[in-house]
Nanobody, 124 residues
Framework: QVQLVESGGGLVQAGGSLRLSCAAS????????MGWFRQAPGKEREFVAA????????DYADSVKGRFTISRDNAKNTVYLQMNSLKPEDTAVYYC?????????????????WGQGTQVTVSS
């Protein structure tokens, strides 16, 4: 089993930055593709960013491309999401997820393990 714990969320003004972390325990996620997703009130969970097991490949939602950066440190079993130039529409609960497969996916249903989420609120 894999346990994921997100941290780093909070309240920030538009234009500000936050760095989310996702720490894994129980089993190493070093061989797992990882993803970040978010869910705003009344909306479905949506893809934000994903990274291959070795960090060589990344993908981003169009809405965050150029502003967010996903990275990972397998020695620390941790994945990060650096969020810059935040906008009010980025407000959501952010979740990290791990997939038991070779490649990452953009569909949250393809992921096997989830954290509890961390709230990000961007004020205008």
């Amino acid at each position: 089993q894999v346990q994921l714990v997100e941290s780093g969320g909070g309240l920030v003004q538009a234009g500000g930055s936050l760095r989310l972390s996702c720490a894994a325990s129980g089993r190493t996620t070093a061989s797992y593709p990882m993803g970040w997703f978010r869910q705003a009130p009344g909306k479905e969970r949506e893809f934000v960013a994903a990274i291959s097991w070795n960090g060589a490949y990344t993908d981003y939602a169009d809405s965050v491309k150029g502003r967010f950066t996903i990275s990972r440190d397998n020695a620390k079993n941790t994945v990060y999401l650096q969020m810059n130039s935040l906008k009010p529409e980025d407000t959501a609960v952010y979740y990290c997820a791990a997939r038991q497969g070779e490649y990452y996916r953009l569909d949250p249903r393809e992921y096997d393990y989830w954290g509890q989420g961390t709230q990000v609120t961007v004020s205008s």
